[in-house]
């Protein structure tokens, strides 16, 4: 069974053979870009940085349409190109970028399967030279809130029997046994625990180890529906601030075909951090 949207997936050797089409935007997604990108990346494969470039300096939201349409002609994007997006962490952060310009209307996207762990795996070339880019007028749709859930959504889904939320952080968080993951040992939250009925459904469950390819569709359903998301569902993803489950988004709405995904990037930040929120534990 394939997936419900294989053209949002390339694979690596397709890409290889692509490198120097001018039609394609190669873009590089890292968590830790000094350990990644800086040490060898795709030829002519830019950087987005997402602490840096997809957080607001100032305020704890996303960058708005201004600063997505001046990041996109900083990297020499179209509306119109065909972007590729590979990363570390198994597209980790990739997956968060790509939720990212899907919010903002961007319709030429795909996400190298596999990302860095698998290129490095086939010995396939980097390096560090960094491409000259010649810099775009990028014009961005307005925001698609539908892709989106905030706090009041969420606060809403407690009461619904037609919504599923998806916690996707590790048991651990989940129980709240810590509050805080490994990669973020100094950010945590003044509680731990979980949204009350929500599913624990770790992100990295849902690629291969061996590679950090995505797992087949039936793999997928066995990950997914047993805990009751299933298609029927108003599915609401969360993580920590977003990211992790950003990319558990992109399984159950591009891989899986659900019609109904959204991604609560508030998270466990937002939600165990206020005054008045039930958790559980």
Request: aromatic residues 12%.
């Amino acid at each position: 069974m394939t997936y419900a949207h294989p053209e949002v997936l390339i694979d690596t050797e397709t890409v290889a053979k692509n490198i120097g089409n001018s039609s394609i935007k190669i873009v590089e997604v890292d968590y830790d870009p000094e350990n990644a990108y800086r040490q060898g990346h795709i030829q002519n494969a830019s950087l987005i940085w997402w602490k840096r470039d997809i957080n607001d300096p100032v305020t704890r939201d996303i960058i708005n349409k201004s600063q997505f349409e001046e990041l996109m002609s900083r990297n020499g994007i179209t509306s119109d190109s065909e972007v590729i997006l590979y990363g570390d962490f198994n597209n980790w952060f990739a997956a968060f970028v790509f939720w990212i310009f899907k919010y903002y209307g961007h319709e030429k996207l795909k996400i190298m399967n596999g990302g860095r762990k698998k290129w490095e795996m086939e010995k396939k070339p980097y390096t560090k030279e960094e491409p000259q880019i010649q810099k775009t007028k990028y014009v961005s749709k307005p925001p698609n809130e539908g892709m989106r859930a905030y706090l009041f959504d969420v606060r809403r889904a407690l009461d619904k029997t037609d919504t599923v939320l998806v916690d996707v952080r590790s048991p651990k968080e989940f129980s709240g046994e810590v509050t805080a993951p490994a990669e973020y040992p100094m950010e945590h939250a003044q509680r731990g625990g979980h949204i009350p009925g929500a599913h624990n459904i770790p992100w990295a469950t849902a690629v291969n180890d061996t590679d950090g390819t995505f797992k087949a569709v039936d793999e997928l359903k066995k990950n997914y529906e047993p805990k009751g998301v299933t298609p029927d569902k108003d599915v609401i993803c969360y993580c920590r601030i977003g990211e992790r489950s950003s990319h558990s988004w992109f399984v159950l709405k591009y891989l899986l075909g659900y019609p109904q995904v959204r991604n609560y990037d508030g998270s466990w930040t937002e939600w165990g951090n206020m005054i008045g929120n039930p958790i559980e534990k």
